[in-house]
């Protein structure tokens, strides 16, 4: 019997790639001016130019895909397709994550620990800092920078909570969708994306009190780099994943998607799942050890 061949669908040429690698240079190089206190005024301008350039990019680029799957362009090689390619991009998340923890791990089990004359280096501790208290977090570094460390109660386990609840109502929408039940997906969606919102906005929060009242900065030594990297760019993810699901709710209010055919809202849910489990990593290790 013969193999029947399915067509595969290649887009023509589009903008939004090199918008896209535009809008990343853009945050980049605004965080990076922001964060080290240079060009004045500009930094934060540039990094609101990449929001605008990523954000404009990902509506255009999610139109031209929900127009072509509307059109009837996509085969299942083609949704085969898609899956592998959010399964690598997740991938790479799990990469991009996993070399921030190990840069904190490195610092507290073997740099620290060094300094403070651990193993065979108690002469180093000696005549580098021989005042220096090799223990984690770093509240004093050697170099006399002071700070306080950020404890897991109060906004960290609200958001924690907030964070596992969300998780809870995307499934539910999913399992909504699935069972064809519209309404309840709009609420259950619309739930996750307010509690996204509630997190980042209590982000906010906590990274004021961090300046304002712990003298917690970026610049406080290693625990300072560590603490605001790992949740910075946790919260740069949660951003993105809030933003992808306004769009699929945006979507499902206009009457897209089946319970078989919906792979950009399951694509959202298996990124919103894995923005939760690098939560919970990091309120352990970075919160409570």
Known sequence: MAVKTQRYYVPAQSPWPIVGALGLFLLAAGAGMWAAGIAGVWGPVVFAAGTLVMTLMLFGWFSNVISESHAGLYSEQMDRSFRQGMTWFIFSEVMFFGAFFGALFYARVLSVPWLGGAGNNAMTHEVLWPAFDPVWPLVLTPGGIETTAMGWFGLP??????????????????????????????????????????????????????????????????????????????????????????????????????????????????????????????????YIL
Request: hydrophobic letters at 55%; a positive charge; glycine letters at 8%.
């Open 157 to 286: 386990l609200i958001n924690t909570l907030i964070l596992l609840t969300s998780s809870v109502t995307a499934h539910l929408a999913h399992l909504a969708l699935l069972r064809d039940q519209r309404p309840r997906v709009v609420q259950w969606l619309g739930a996750t994306v307010i509690l996204g919102a509630l997190f980042l906005a209590l982000q906010a929060w906590e990274y004021v009190h961090a300046y304002r009242d712990l003298g917690l900065r970026l610049d406080s030594g290693i625990y300072g780099n560590t603490f605001f990297l790992l949740t910075g760019f946790h919260g740069a993810h949660v951003t993105l994943g809030t933003l992808m699901l306004f769009i699929m709710w945006l979507r499902i209010n206009k009457g897209h998607f089946t319970p078989a055919s919906h792979f950009g809202f399951q694509a959202s849910s298996w990124y919103w799942h894995f923005v939760d489990v690098v939560w919970l990593c990091l309120f352990i290790f970075v």
